[in-house]
């Protein structure tokens, strides 16, 4: 089995930064894709940013410019850094893994609260 443990989230004012870790363990053969997706209240889960093995990435239009996603292989961790944060930028962000080779499983994290707000 593989597990993703999440962490970085809390409560910034708008305008501040906050950056996102999700570490996976287990049995990992191989991650084929990391992402951040996020869903706030009464809303359904959006993507936000999603990083293939080779680097390639892909922002929602909302966060362009606004946040990075990056990987660290040798660590199994997917980064979410987040500048300028908006107060439409609450939700829980939750990481999502592909890993597999000829058949691939989706695993998620538990979700970390983002929170902006003065």
């Known amino acids: 089995q593989v597990q993703l443990v999440e962490s970085g989230g809390g409560l910034v004012q708008p305008g501040g930064s906050l950056r996102l870790s999700c570490a996976a363990s287990?049995?990992?053969?191989?991650?084929?894709?990391m992402g951040w997706y996020r869903q706030a209240p009464g809303k359904q889960r959006e993507s936000v940013a999603v990083?293939?093995?080779?680097?390639?990435?892909n922002y929602a239009d909302s966060v362009k410019g606004r946040f990075t996603i990056s990987r660290d292989n040798a660590k199994n961790t997917v980064y979410l850094q987040m500048n300028s944060l908006k107060p439409e930028d609450t939700a829980v962000y939750y990481c999502?893994?592909?890993?597999?080779?000829?058949?691939?499983?989706?695993?998620w994290g538990q979700g970390t609260l983002v929170t902006v707000s003065s």
């Open positions: 999502k893994m592909v890993i597999g080779w000829a058949y691939k499983t989706d695993y």
């Open positions: 287990g049995s990992i053969s191989r991650i084929v894709a």
């Open positions: 990083i293939s093995n080779t680097g390639t990435t």
